[in-house]
């Protein structure tokens, strides 16, 4: 059974870059279809598809976030990290590393969904002004 587990800080300052990792247990970060994605959740809103990298080492992201955004993975340590650069408060968030197949990952970037996929718990990371 697949586990996720995210790691990172839980506070940075506005300007900063935000990097969070995603450690992989029971399956391997290039096993053909996964899509090894993170999600965040705003306070107050709805899960919100931040990008993801796939098991070919692909990547897409959130068309607002790409000039900011940027995702890899490290195969011998099984972990993909996401690198977030000058965040603001809007970025304040508990973000999620998720694993979907390839049926699930089109739905899943415009109407994420805690009923598909294999989530880690979740990280709350918070962006001080």
């Known amino acids: 059974q697949v586990q996720l587990q995210e790691s990172g800080p839980g506070q940075v300052k506005s300007s900063q870059t935000l990097s969070l990792t995603c450690t992989i247990s029971?399956?391997?970060?290039?096993?053909?279809?996964?899509?090894w994605t993170w999600i965040r959740q705003p306070p107050g809103k709805e899960l919100e598809y931040v990008g993801y990298?796939?098991?070919?080492?692909?990547?897409d992201y959130r068309p607002s976030l790409r000039s900011r955004l940027s995702i890899s993975r490290d195969t011998a340590e099984n972990q993909f990290t996401l690198q977030l650069s000058s965040v603001t408060p809007e970025d304040t968030a508990v973000y999620y590393c998720?694993?979907?197949?390839?049926?699930?990952?089109?739905?899943?970037?415009?109407?994420?969904?805690?009923?598909?996929?294999?989530w880690g718990q979740g990280i709350q990371v918070t962006v001080s002004a």
């Open positions: 998720v694993r979907f197949d390839w049926a699930q990952i089109q739905k899943m970037q415009s109407a994420p969904d805690r009923g598909f996929g294999s």
């Open positions: 029971g399956d391997s970060i290039t096993t053909y279809p996964y899509y």
């Open positions: 990298i796939s098991a070919a080492g692909t990547t």
